[in-house]
């Protein structure tokens, strides 16, 4: 476990080294003697555990190399203080203990140290790091000669300073399968891209963007970014990887909302503080399961009243956690044990998140068989709950720091409250429940402040998040983490501009979609050229759209779209497809049947496969899909041989490219020419009219087959059949069927 | 089976693959302790040499789950025999896992110890082939953990954090030092045949990781591998035909697509899934293997045959060049693996006949095959059990102090290393947390465990996270 962060480590050198000669001259003539004969046997000279080294003042003050173990001036604070002490884990020395009068002399000396500018007091910490400060109101640069929105300016101003041009835009048929995939998961069909490519009216395109931002697919897609970021699954995954029946109420949640196109602070609130909210909606209530999604070992926790304080404390490590890096894109987890090694977030900011979850418990709450709240009174029929974190009275679960994290070794007292260096602009301290409150309202007042139009995190973070889910990087890549150790924005400006427009805009998010979407920017040709390529190859500055290959639920959802099988039905539990047998072998903890042969009810989009954390869908799994143990703010994009294995040989995709031959056979009717079925094959699978000698190639391919075919005995219909498979089978696999351009 | 042939996947690209696909495969430019690959640049897998000097090459870890106790195989306490039914001065009911069921009352081990080999290390009378072995090991008796429970220890031996979702030690070390043969899955798991442990699959996870760096389970029968090979009804005509018609098309693409390295990786991923098939079907193919070999590994007995199979298939897989093969002794729950609540006799009777004849085998033949010098080979659980007794008959689980060996690449040995009190309740001489173990075997592949760092919402993370010291003394 580290100790305390290297930015603190500064200040108390600083401090130090300031004065105090009293303190040095204490040092050297009691402290350094006294740590000679007990701890520099391992700490000093030729062994310096953990990076330890007591042999002089300096050093000492310097720390371990987790962080220092000294705070001047704070010996309650320290460290050194609690290791020698006699409740002390690891206790210093290993064997033996420090008489009264030794700890004496070293409190005393630490005492006498000056006094750090710091944070655990509740001071606010200063910091100029820029996520930190409030947003600055740019306005788009003017004169610009290319664009269509303050967007394109600002791109624009970034790429002539690298003397770099923007890329002309890209042909329609291009730009609908972009659109498309992008705000709804899916593919357009023949049929879109034909109409918008012949619709001379000059808002066609964004007609289009219209039209997919109203569809049902919009939140299945844009749900599932958010499922990332809420590590949502349907199972606990530790141990036995317990099923979670009502995990899925969740996830509709979060598909319904994005559809409803709900404002922002209201997503934030309903997910932090649904009961307090509104304790009597099951929708509110439904939400705090961002709370629940964690993994968790429910069966099997230790069986003494500490291993469940521990557990309990472990749970809402991981709420803290997910709700710093989600909502405000800071890595506030990262204090649990020590201050923040780069952001001036000390230790009790850790700790003023948890006295604001800290009276929280886990609720499984009843509903009726329309899944509204079932009354108090009555006893449900069903067995039917959501998954619910919230509390139960006003009275709040007193909160103390732990050294290191450790529940034995408990510190100061710590109120809720927003981090220190926030708290010239918000109470540092939130308001005790009014009378009468049903809870401690801590997780509203913290929401609140989230949510919070001047928040200088939230906006920012929030349109970030849009900007790479479109463009596959952030304008800020550590999409997570705003803090210190983060990525720089690559076009500041541009991205406190979108925050004050989502601010604008009452936090509603299809708005920001559609600004950026219609933007010059958002609109170019994805064709890479040598010389930009030198200049920028990772095309940060987006002087081309980067190509992207699909996500794996984008895979399987195509596959199942071009076939003509996808189930359109939404939400409900989870679906269970087909898994090979050898899985289900493997692990003997899962409730997944055995699927014979899969039907509509298999087909529906990947956002509906049930979850299980110990046993990941495998092409999901294989295309990234996240673990779910963590929140995900960006998916790597891997390839691998196991995704060419899965996409030739899986049975799935054998059936489906069987169901898209069969589709073609129907639609096409009796007796369509070869070339008139590979020719609506391609346009189903890539979007657009085949390239130059594609139908002829496939033509050619599937005559060749369907003889050997018929020369293996099979009769003319069938042969002809398994040769369009083929062909199906062939563009399923295509780069340009698993690449948006 | 339909196989494809390597004719086929390169039919339609003249002389083979395009350059960019080439490069891509032999990752040309990649390094050690490279950023994270966000986009497919160099091929994950690709062999990365080793930033120092490394003495292993791989690693076998034989992972005896549930939770072996040291007591009874390594670290014998004559004490526990003196105070056996009686209470030991060292015992805290907080550590007890059980709770109530565990008392205060020592237990005496059942088993007779001896020293062996040169160096005389203590092993016990249930582990006689393994005792042959002695001088080749380094033991390790003061290991230490932070959870006494099954799922977060076996996360923090596996990933380093008590918690879900790291990535695994084989997951860093393949990142680290890709694989050898990207014919084979760089990470292999080979499960108990019991089923696998709890944590499932996400005890072998890449966690933030791409996906390249996941454990691969193989299959005990069948294909190894899922996918390895097509459905029934497609024939290895339709296959082929099927391939080459893709690979022309994805080869247009990429030419009307130039610069575009993540299309010609993934047209190369499908030369390497042509490879694999061959390969991982060559690979868990036993018939070659002679008669004394098989013997050697007790498949040829029934308590030994599947440990044995497993042990057999991980010496098949590293002399292939895979990086990291984790075995499994112990699956699913309770007596199927090492975790003796009820009865220790019986439950270790059991587990040290199964493992201790193909453990010793493998050693043996890794060494007669020259590869014990550069593989290093892992033997421990995730905790060790109490002295005292749960219920009559049984331990139950502790993390304050346990053992663990190690055998091979860079390793010194005949080394005992640490040392427990009487009782084998505390560590009382030069404790080794899971860190420093980690440390320890990144250090023996030639990795620094403070520089192998991987990036993840914008912190390096480290299998070691902020601790971790090489042992020095278990280095040879």
């Known amino acids: ?741 | 089976m339909p196989r494809w042939t390597r004719r086929d996947m390169l039919m339609n690209t003249g002389a083979g693959f395009g350059g960019l696909a080439l490069r891509w495969l032999l990752g040309s430019d990649a390094g050690a302790y490279a950023a994270a690959p966000q986009a497919p640049r160099v091929n994950p897998l690709a062999p990365k040499p080793p930033p120092l000097a490394a003495k292993a090459k791989r690693v076998i870890f034989l992972f005896m789950y549930g939770g072996p106790s040291h007591l009874d195989l390594f670290d014998p306490k004559p004490a526990l025999t003196k105070y056996d039914g009686k209470p030991i001065p060292v015992f805290k009911p907080e550590d007890a896992f059980m709770g109530g069921k565990t008392r205060n009352a020592a237990m005496a081990s059942p088993y007779k110890f001896a020293r062996h080999g040169q160096a005389g290390i203590d092993i016990s009378d249930r582990y006689p082939h393994l005792a042959t072995c002695a001088d080749d090991l380094c033991v390790i008796r003061s290991m230490h953990c932070e959870s006494n429970n099954h799922a977060p220890a076996l996360f923090q031996m596996q990933t380093g954090s008590r918690f879900a979702g790291r990535p695994s030690m084989g997951s860093w070390v393949t990142y680290g030092l890709g694989s050898e043969n990207e014919n084979l899955p760089a990470y292999v798991v080979l499960m108990d045949h019991q089923g696998a442990p709890v944590n499932g699959a996400l005890n072998w996870s890449n966690g933030f990781m791409p996906a390249a760096y996941q454990g691969v389970p193989f299959r005990p029968t069948g294909d190894p591998i899922a996918y390895l090979n097509p459905p029934p009804g497609v024939t290895d005509q339709r296959q082929r035909t099927r391939l080459d018609l893709l690979g022309k098309w994805n080869e247009e693409h990429l030419a009307a697509n130039p610069g575009e390295s993540a299309l010609a990786a993934r047209i190369a991923s499908y030369e390497l899934a042509y490879r694999m098939q061959s390969s991982a079907a060559d690979a868990v193919d036993l018939a070659a293997e002679p008669a004394s070999v098989r013997e050697l590994y007790g498949l040829d007995q029934k308590v030994t045959s599947h440990f044995g199979r497993n042990c057999l298939l991980a010496r098949r897989l590293v002399e292939r060049g895979v990086r990291f093969v984790q075995v499994y002794s112990g699956g699913n729950e309770g007596p199927k693996a090492w975790d003796a609540h009820d009865d220790l006799k019986k439950n270790h009777d059991l587990h040290c006949a199964e493992t201790d004849k193909p453990i010793a085998g493998l050693l043996k033949d890794l060494k007669s095959r020259g590869l014990l010098d550069d593989t290093l080979v892992i033997w421990g659980g995730e905790f060790g059990r109490t002295p005292t007794a749960e219920g009559g008959k049984g331990r139950d689980h502790h993390a304050k102090a346990f053992t663990m060996w190690m055998a091979g690449g860079g390793i010194k040995g005949g080394t005992l290393y640490g040392a427990t009190d009487d009782f084998g309740y505390n560590v009382t001489e030069h404790p080794v947390s899971v860190p420093d173990l980690h440390a320890t075997v990144l250090h023996l592949l030639g990795m620094d465990h403070k520089r192998l760092t991987y990036p993840f919402m914008g912190r390096d993370f480290r299998l070691t996270d902020v601790s971790g010291e090489v042992i020095q003394a278990a280095l040879a």
């Open chain 1, 1 to 741: 476990m580290a100790i305390a962060c290297r930015w603190v480590a500064g200040v108390v050198l600083l401090a130090g080294t300031g004065g105090a000669s009293a303190a040095d001259s204490l040092f050297d003539e009691k402290v350094k003697p006294l740590l000679a004969t007990h701890c520099v046997e391992c700490h000093g000279g030729a062994k310096t555990k953990s990076g330890l080294d007591l042999t002089t003042r300096e050093r000492t003050l310097k720390g371990a190399e987790s962080g220092p173990v000294v705070v001047a001036g704070k010996p309650d604070e320290s460290l050194l203080v609690h290791l020698i002490g006699e409740k002390g884990d690891p206790h210093m020395p290993p064997k033996g203990q420090l008489s009264e009068a030794e700890t004496r002399v070293i409190r005393t000396w630490i005492e006498g140290l000056s006094e750090p500018p710091t944070v655990a007091a509740g001071k606010p910490a200063k910091s100029d790091h820029w996520a930190f400060q409030k947003p600055s109101t740019p306005k788009p640069p003017e004169g610009r000669e290319w664009g269509r929105n303050g967007i394109d300016s600002f791109i624009l101003a970034r790429l002539d300073k690298a003397g770099l041009r923007p890329s002309a835009e890209a042909d329609r048929a291009t730009l609908v399968r972009r659109a498309t995939f992008d705000l709804t998961g899916l593919p357009p069909t023949p049929e879109e891209v034909k109409a918008f490519v012949e619709d001379p009216s000059p808002d066609a395109y964004e007609r289009v963007i219209d039209r997919l931002l109203a569809s049902p697919g919009y939140g299945e897609r844009w749900g599932r970014h958010w499922l990332d970021l809420a590590r949502y699954a349907d199972s606990g995954g530790f141990h036995n990887d317990l099923d979670r029946p009502s995990a899925w109420r969740y996830r509709d949640y979060v598909i319904k909302s994005f559809n409803a196109d709900k404002p922002y602070g209201q997503f934030v609130r309903e997910q932090l503080a649904g009961d307090e909210v509104d304790p009597a909606s099951a929708e509110a209530l439904t939400a705090t399961g961002f709370g629940r999604n964690g993994p968790s070992n429910d069966d099997n926790v230790g069986k003494t009243a500490l291993d469940r304080e521990k557990y309990r404390l472990d749970e809402l490590d991981d709420v803290i956690s997910t709700t710093s890096a989600v909502f405000l894109g800071l890595t506030l987890g990262c204090a649990r044990c020590h201050d923040h090694k780069y952001d001036p977030l000390p230790q009790a900011d850790y700790y003023r998140f948890l006295a604001v979850f800290n009276s929280t418990v886990k609720k499984e709450i009843p509903l009726d068989a329309d899944g509204r709240l079932a009354g108090i009174t009555k006893q449900p029929k069903t067995k039917s709950t959501l998954m619910a974190l919230v509390e139960d009275g006003p009275k709040a679960r007193p909160t103390r720091l732990l050294w290191r994290g450790d529940v034995k070794n408990e510190g100061p007292a710590v109120e809720p409250g927003v981090p220190v260096m926030f708290s010239a602009v918000a109470p540092a301290r939130f308001a005790a429940p009014a009378s009468g409150a049903k809870t401690t309202g801590q997780r509203l007042a913290l929401a609140d402040w989230i949510a919070a139009p001047e928040n200088p995190l939230t906006w920012r973070v929030l349109a970030n998040r849009v900007w790479q889910y479109h463009f596959g990087r952030g304008i800020v890549a550590s999409a997570s983490n705003f803090g210190i150790s983060g990525d720089r924005p690559t076009h500041p400006e541009l991205l406190d501009w979108l925050a004050s427009e989502l601010v604008a805009n009452g936090g509603k998010i299809k708005l920001l979609h559609r600004l950026i979407m219609t933007s010059a920017t958002y609109r170019q040709s994805s064709r890479s050229n040598t010389e930009a390529a030198a200049v920028d190859p990772d095309v940060t500055l987006l002087w081309r759209m980067p190509k992207r290959r699909l996500e794996g639920e984008a895979v399987r959802d195509a596959v199942l779209a071009v076939a003509g099988t996808l189930n359109p039905k939404m939400g409900g539990p989870g679906i269970k497809p087909k898994l090979p047998a050898e899985m289900l072998v493997a692990s003997q903890r899962n409730k997944w049947p055995a699927v014979t042969k899969e039907g509509p009810e298999h087909w529906r989009r990947s956002v509906y496969v049930y979850v299980k954390r110990q046993m990941l869908f495998p092409m999901l799994e294989l295309f990234d899909a996240p673990g779910a143990s963590q929140t995900c703010d960006r998916r790597p994009v891997s390839t691998l041989p196991t995704q060419a294995l899965v996409l030739m040989n899986d049975e799935f995709m054998n059936d489906q490219a069987g169901r898209f031959a069969d589709r073609l056979l129907r639609e096409a009717g009796a007796g369509a020419p070869p070339a008139a079925l590979a020719e609506r094959a391609l346009w189903l699978a890539l979007g657009r009219a085949p390239a130059e000698g594609r139908v002829a190639d496939a033509v050619r391919v599937m005559a060749a087959q369907s003889a050997a075919y018929r020369a293996a005995g099979k009769p003319a219909i069938d042969a002809d059949r398994d040769a369009l498979i083929d062909l199906c089978h062939v563009l399923l696999n295509t780069n340009e069927f698993l690449y948006v351009e």
